[in-house]
């Protein structure tokens, strides 16, 4: 008798789990019925009888990536966010800016629970492929960032020693290159930040993220006795985008807006502020087309 | 892939199920390592938590108190602060000073030991209290001395009835084990969220992972039962 209760009690368990996921997948069924039931579709036409500037869209961050987005006592600042503030300004949108971290931005874009996501998100082919990206606001590479005193020249040093990641960025795609993917060499945090810890700590050897994020840290960090080195020829050069859900009728009004403040000298403004030098911009227009 | 999973990734497209087989398929090797290392420190956490509560525990019983205030205060601290903190503590402060060389799964080892032995201590201190003030009174009268009764009368009286509470301890402490992910030791959570970093994708990996928890902690409660009836004397 125990024996069936066990198996009864296993069986119940698996009808709970595929419960959870049909849960998870409901809210992207309701979004792909079209037009076949007349009530779905009379409550989508009056959304969309509304008019546009009343709703106020719905902006995800993971504030933990300074200078880019990362909060300043209790708010949250970065160049993202004066860029975001600008094209939205240009473009006639409410919106609200919520910290909700890396990986559920990307699971709540991919629920549409978001209308977007603008968080320093390299744009790549493996991305595109379950989301829309506006035109490139930001041109950035990668580097290496180490104790002071070991020998790293290039990024094919990194063969061998000890490497932190963010996990699921590019810097870790970079670094898998380099030693393989899931290489037991390769450690992967939770943030950038918790990566310096551990490269402090003597957990790992060296950290590889992008070159705005590293020098940050070399800069506001003399005491920690770290070099930052990048290597041109294995990472290359990868362009920063508003992230959305795919299918957004929102990319075209926000990648006009951008192109607006790129081209009127109010991106120029905000880089200065933020990184103290000029920007490229005709680079960044050419990559948009 | 092989031709039995491409039958069930075929029925859950029919289904509308949005669920990518492939990504589970992919990680698995990960996620068995990742099992593998969460069960190994999981018990070795629980083992020697076992036995550091139970001497935290006869600590906390000593009956001249300044003797009996450390042992308060170590359970005080343990128990009254987030099990993360503790972690972070531990490996970025306290490991450096022992080890000459970090090491993420000793940190985590040495976190849930600590953690769980505040709360074993507490465990044995409530299973020796509950018996009867006769038994060991009755073993004074036999001539057995302070050690002896402890060892052949009241611990075998009162672990049997820590074992329900011990079981609670130890799936905690299976559980708690996924916070070494944040400090990237290399358990099953951590697999799982680097599954989620390469595809951006939430419910294969975390859904498998939670199911490979719930094996784990399934058998650990089933083993606790059959302990439980053995020792059963009635």
């Known amino acids: 008798m125990k024996k069936y209760l066990s198996l009864i009690y296993l069986g119940l368990l698996l009808v709970g789990l595929l419960t959870l996921v049909a849960c998870g997948t409901s809210g992207n069924e309701e979004s792909n019925t079209t037009g076949s039931d007349t009530e779905s579709d009379s409550t989508e036409e009056s959304a969309a009888d509304e008019p546009e500037e009343k709703k106020v869209l ?32 240009e473009a006639g949108y409410e919106y609200e800016l919520k910290n909700v971290g890396w990986d559920p931005m990307f699971a709540s874009l991919q629920q549409k629970d978001l209308d977007f996501g603008v968080s320093a998100i390299t744009i790549n082919d493996d991305r ?48 898998e290159k380099i030693v393989g993917e899931n290489s037991s060499t390769i450690s992967k945090y939770e943030t950038t930040a918790v990566a310096f810890m551990a490269l402090a700590n003597g957990d790992i050897e060296a950290v590889v993220t992008d070159n705005v994020v590293a020098d940050e840290y070399v800069a506001n960090n003399p005491d920690a006795k770290v070099e930052a080195i990048t290597d041109e020829e294995s990472f290359e050069a990868e362009y920063y985008g508003f992230m959305f859900p795919k299918d957004s009728e929102l990319v075209t009004d926000v990648d006009a807006a951008l192109t607006t403040v790129i081209e009127s000298g109010k991106y120029a403004e905000i880089y200065k502020e933020w990184f103290g030098a000029e920007p490229n911009t005709d680079e960044l227009l050419n990559a948009a087309e | 892939m092989n031709d039995f999973l491409v039958l069930i990734q075929e029925m859950l497209d029919n289904l509308g199920i949005d669920f990518r087989l492939e990504i589970v398929v992919e990680y698995f090797p990960f ?3 990742g099992a593998a290392l969460t069960v190994g420190v999981s018990l070795a956490g629980i083992f020697i938590g076992m036995v550091l509560g139970l001497f935290i525990g006869l600590g906390k019983m000593i ?21 993360l903190v503790q972690l972070f503590l531990i490996h970025f402060a306290v490991m450096n000073l022992i080890l000459e060389q970090p090491n993420t799964i000793a940190s ?3 976190t849930l030991s600590l953690n769980s032995a505040a709360y074993v201590a507490e465990i044995f201190r409530a299973g020796i209290k509950s018996l009867d003030k006769g038994q060991a009174e009755a073993a004074h009268s036999l001539g057995m001395n302070k050690f002896q009764v402890m060892r052949y009368v009241v611990l075998p009286q009162a672990f049997k009835r820590m074992i329900p509470p011990l079981g609670n301890e130890f799936i905690v402490l299976l559980k708690d084990s996924s916070l070494g992910a944040i400090i990237a ?24 992972v939670a199911f490979i928890y719930l094996i784990l902690t399934l058998s650990l409660t089933y083993l606790l039962n059959y302990i439980e009836r053995r020792l059963d004397t009635e």
């Open chain 1, 58 to 89: 719905q902006i995800g961050t993971d504030a933990a990536f300074a200078p880019f987005e990362f909060m300043e006592t209790g708010e949250i600042v970065g160049f993202d966010v004066d860029i975001l503030e600008a094209v939205m300004v």
């Open chain 1, 128 to 175: 595109k492929a379950t989301y829309d990206f506006s035109t490139p606001y930001f041109k950035s590479t990668h580097m290496i960032v180490f104790n002071e005193g070991s020998d790293i020249t290039s990024a094919a040093d990194l063969e061998g020693l000890k490497i932190g990641v963010q996990n699921g960025t590019t810097g870790e795609d970079a670094a």
């Open chain 2, 31 to 33: 996620f068995l390592k």
């Open chain 2, 63 to 83: 009956k001249f108190w300044p003797l009996r205030l450390p042992f308060i205060w170590y359970i005080n601290f343990f128990r009254g602060t987030p099990l």
């Open chain 2, 108 to 110: 985590l080892v040495v």
């Open chain 2, 185 to 208: 030791a290399p358990e099953l959570l951590y697999w799982g969220r680097a599954a989620v970093g390469q595809h951006y994708r939430v419910w294969e990996p975390y859904l498998t």
